[in-house]
Each structure stands twice: as structure tokens, then as C-alpha cells.
């Protein structure tokens, strides 16, 4: 997925770079010759990227026509999906309005390829539009919508004119394409947290509610209070639209789950935990660290014959920031270790993050698992400071 959207991106910007020479070397009226002109070309295509990296939309269309325009130097632009009209800038707007059925303004055309329309005939008096060029926008094999360009002048319209239009059309096309894996990425990174849930639910909550129950009679205040933990662990794990939070808001909730845990193993855990504060404000998927630890609780402290340490550790890393969290444990094979993070193993937990991080950060993040028989675990987590678009909730 990451291969394909990088890809898809380096096809994004050298198309902006084409579109802007091929502009260029068109003998076009409205385009001024020199550097000035390959800058204004480049500029327009390059500010599609915000609105259409969004999709396909009357939203992001109606930016998309203004940078269009500018781009192919058409009198107007029309952007459509398959049938409707999402957006129109330039002469005829104020009666060529989104919503209105693509074939008012232009036949849509049939195939793959651009296609002239040399004689336009709108039934509104006074239109001044009298020829189209349309090209189609496509996802894969399916033709998603049309960029129509329009010209006051009628009939013959030049080869440039076309191929001009066309490649602009593939360079929409790209981008809306990049969209739809974006938004793959983010169904995937959300089906995969409802898969971690649903590990979660049964093991941690019979437990946890062991621990409690165990406490009821003999010390009934910290029975409360164990049962107040539980309740804000779980109201945290299970939130709806809560895919990213800040590493402090993750750890504050890891320390409720091992809050739970000593009440099971009393002191068979210790628990260190040492995390640099200036990487807190890192924001990191949710539920990213507490299966970690509650690998290394289940793998390390239930299979040790007596104390069992646990440690939770930050460090700043400049522009990164490295967790690590250590058992000391019974340890496991360096093919159990990578089946594991690879989610051939029993549990899913830690290939679960490890693609969580992938999808959001990039494939430089992400996991690492050291261990050997005896040994104990270790297993490090690697997520940036910061990036774009990704914001605690």
C-alpha cells in the first residue's frame, strides 16, 4: 500500500512538472512566455494537490476548476463525475451550475480517450460557449467523472488544446486516485483496531474483573478503586472515532491496565517506567503501547516462576521518538519472535500495531522484537515527533 501511494505520488508531481512545460511550450494565447510561465503553470498544478488529495467532490471541485483553468488556459473549465456537473468556472458559470446533468453543458464522451465537441448548442440564450474538449478521469478501469474544457470560439480546436486537457485530466486522475488509497489506508487502519479490540475484550475484561471481585470482601475501597480503572481503561479502548492520541494520554492509560495487573500479580510485577516528558506530546495510534506491555504481562510475568520487572521506556530521538518496552521473562525463538510480529503467532496484538504504525507513518516505523530463550523480550517502537495530517483526537 505505501509502495503504491509513494508511486502514485512521484506520478503526481511529474505530471504537475509536464503539465507545466507542456503549457509552456504550447503557443497559447493567455500564457506569457519565459520562466514566469512555467512558474504559473506548475503553481496551478501543484495546488490541486490539497483539494483533490480529498476526492472527488462539488468541495474539492470548485477549487480544483479555478487551478484548472489557469492550467489548460481554457475560457471555462467543468469538472463532473459521471453524469453530474460538481463544479464550473469561467464564462457560462451563472447558468452552468453543479448539479445540473453533465450532457446540459457537453456529451460525455465514451471510451478511454479526449474527445472534441466542435459545435455546442445550450439552450440559454446568450451563452457564450461554442466548443468543448472533454477527458475522461479515471480510477483503475472505471471512468469516475469528466474535466471539460470550453472555448468561446467554435469549431476547429487545436492538438495542443487537446493534449493539454488530457494530460490535466491525468493529472486529476492521479490525484483522486492517491485519495482512494488514502482512504483504504484509513479503512484498513480502522478495521485492524477494531480486530485489536476484539482481542482485548475477552482475556483483559476476565481478568480484571477477577482482580476486582477478589477484593470485594477482603478490601472493598480498593475494590472501588480497581473498579474505577477498569471503567476508564475500557471507556478509552473501546471510544469511537479515537484513532490517534497524544503518547501521554496512551501511557496514562497503560498505567490504569497495570494498575489492574498488580492487583492480579501483587508483587510478581515490578513496573519501571522512564519516558523523556519532551516526547509526550507525540501522537501515536491508539492502543499502540498497551498491547505491548500486555504482551509483556502475559508472556513474561505469567510464564516467570517468581518477580517478573516489566519497564516502560522513552527516549528522544531528535526528530523520532523510540519506546521500548523490556520483560524479563521466559524469551522466545528469533522465529517465534518474527512469526509474531509478523501475526503468524497465537495473538495478533503486536503485527497489529506494527501495521498500524506502517499505514500511518510510513515503513521506516514501526516495530522491532528482540528475545531469546531465557532471555526475556524486548520490543521497540519507532514513531515520529511529528507528521502532517496526524492529530490526537
Not at 446568450?126 to 468561446?152: H, K, N, T
Request: charged fraction near 25%; aromatic fraction near 4%; glycine fraction near 8%.
Amino acid at each position: 500500500m505505501d509502495v503504491a501511494l509513494g508511486v502514485l505520488l512521484g506520478m503526481v508531481l511529474a505530471a504537475s512538472l509536464w503539465a507545466g512545460w507542456r503549457l509552456l511550450a504550447a503557443p497559447r494565447r493567455v500564457i506569457d512566455p519565459g520562466s514566469v510561465a512555467m512558474q504559473s503553470a506548475v503553481h496551478a498544478a501543484i495546488s490541486l494537490l490539497p483539494h483533490l488529495r480529498q476526492g472527488l467532490g462539488r468541495d474539492t471541485a470548485g477549487p480544483a476548476a479555478v487551478q484548472l483553468r489557469l492550467l489548460t488556459g481554457a475560457d471555462t473549465i467543468a469538472v463532473a463525475d459521471a453524469e453530474t456537473l460538481l463544479a464550473c468556472d469561467g464564462a457560462g458559470s451563472d447558468h452552468h451550475r453543479p448539479g445540473d446533468p453533465l450532457r446540459s453543458l457537453a456529451e460525455p464522451g465514451r471510451g478511454d480517450g479526449v474527445q472534441v465537441q466542435r459545435r455546442l448548442a445550450c439552450p440559454v440564450e446568450g451563452c457564450p460557449l461554442r466548443s468543448a474538449i472533454i477527458a475522461p478521469l479515471r480510477i483503475g478501469d472505471a471512468r469516475v467523472g469528466s474535466v471539460v474544457a470550453l472555448y468561446e470560439q467554435p469549431g476547429r480546436v487545436r492538438v495542443e488544446d487537446s493534449r493539454v486537457v488530457g494530460e490535466a485530466a491525468a493529472l486529476v486522475s492521479a490525484m483522486i486516485e492517491l485519495s482512494e488509497l488514502d482512504a483504504q489506508c484509513e479503512r484498513l487502519a480502522v478495521a485492524e483496531l477494531r480486530a485489536l479490540r476484539a482481542q482485548i475484550s475477552p482475556h483483559f475484561i476476565y481478568n480484571a474483573l477477577t482482580a476486582v471481585a477478589s477484593f470485594i470482601h477482603s478490601r472493598p475501597e480498593e475494590a472501588r478503586e480497581l473498579l474505577t480503572e477498569f471503567s476508564d481503561f475500557i471507556r478509552y479502548a473501546f471510544a469511537r472515532q479515537r484513532p490517534y492520541v497524544t503518547l501521554a494520554d496512551e501511557l496514562q492509560y497503560v498505567e490504569k491496565y497495570l494498575r489492574l495487573e498488580q492487583a492480579r500479580f501483587g508483587d510478581r510485577l515490578d513496573v519501571r517506567v522512564s519516558v523523556a516528558p519532551e516526547v509526550l506530546t507525540a501522537v501515536v495510534p491508539v492502543l499502540s503501547m498497551q498491547p505491548l506491555v500486555e504482551n509483556a504481562v502475559r508472556h513474561g510475568v505469567e510464564s516467570a516462576p517468581g518477580r517478573c520487572r516489566v519497564e516502560i521506556l522513552g527516549a528522544d530521538l531528535d526528530t523520532d521518538v523510540e519506546l521500548t518496552v523490556k520483560d524479563g521473562g521466559a524469551g522466545m525463538t528469533a522465529e517465534d519472535a518474527a512469526d509474531a510480529l509478523a501475526g503468524r503467532g497465537a495473538g495478533i496484538g503486536l503485527a497489529n500495531v506494527h501495521a498500524r504504525l506502517q499505514s500511518t507513518f510510513g515503513p521506516e516505523y514501526g516495530l522491532e522484537v528482540e528475545s531469546a530463550p531465557g532471555e526475556g523480550t524486548v520490543v521497540r517502537m519507532l514513531v515520529p515527533k511529528f507528521r502532517a495530517g496526524v492529530r490526537a483526537a
